[in-house]
């Protein structure tokens, strides 16, 4: 009893406790990249059947956190693989990109908006006035990825566009699309986690 006890305690300060490991931008002010893919599922550890992203490190491994480090005043050049489907934008403001440098371009378009009911997912820094829509996948494409990392091999939207940052600090990075299936409106879950569809930026 004292032992189960002492395991849902540590369970519950490990939960609480752990975040992902931040994970840098290659490159170096005033210009770096960073690369990030959307999965349906993670297929692993504590949460197996949750929505999430990943990030690339500057090594070449894919890593399971949404914890960024950018350089400060720099033009950050961001390719986004989705490998999830469309759930679509309830708010459909979150449609047309904002606070990029030019375009945004899906596999390999210059693209000025995109349907509402095509995104999967957004990437947005809000204090920084970012917001770029995700292009789903089809429902119905074939070799759709179930368990992360995907790989270019599977079905993907490659969607790319580039951010300039300004001075030093940390900012949150949710996801606006209710992408939390099984969750009250598809607000809780992955989208509240830090590691999944929540995010912390350092410009440093
Ligand atoms: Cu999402």
Redesign the pocket.
């Known amino acids: 009893m004292a032992i189960s006890a002492g395991l849902i305690a540590f369970y519950v300060v490990s939960y609480l406790m752990v975040r992902p490991p931040a994970v840098s931008a290659s490159g170096a002010a005033p210009s770096a990249r960073l690369t990030l893919q ?1 999965v349906a599922s993670i297929g692993f550890g504590p949460h197996p059947d949750w ?1 999430s992203y990943l990030v690339k490190s500057p090594q070449g491994k894919w890593v399971h956190s949404t914890v960024l480090t950018m350089p400060a005043h720099s033009l950050v050049h961001i390719t986004i693989l989705q490998y999830d489907t469309a759930t679509g934008l309830r708010n459909p403001y979150w449609g047309g990109p904002r606070g990029i440098v030019g375009l945004m371009s899906v596999d390999g378009k210059p693209t000025p908006t995109l349907d509402p009911d095509l995104a ?3 990437f947005a820094i809000p204090d920084l006035g970012v917001s770029v829509p995700l292009k789903g996948v089809a429902d119905d494409a074939k070799n759709q990825c179930r368990v992360a990392p995907c790989t270019l091999a599977q079905a993907h939207t490659t969607v790319t566009f580039t951010i300039r940052t300004g001075k030093a600090g940390t900012f949150r990075w949710p ?1 606006f ?1 209710p ?1 939390g299936a099984g969750f009250i409106l598809g607000f809780g879950g ?2 509240q986690s830090v590691g999944y ?1 929540d995010g912390y930026l350092h410009v440093v």
């Open positions: 959307t929505v999967s997912h957004t996801c699309v992408c992955p989208m569809m």
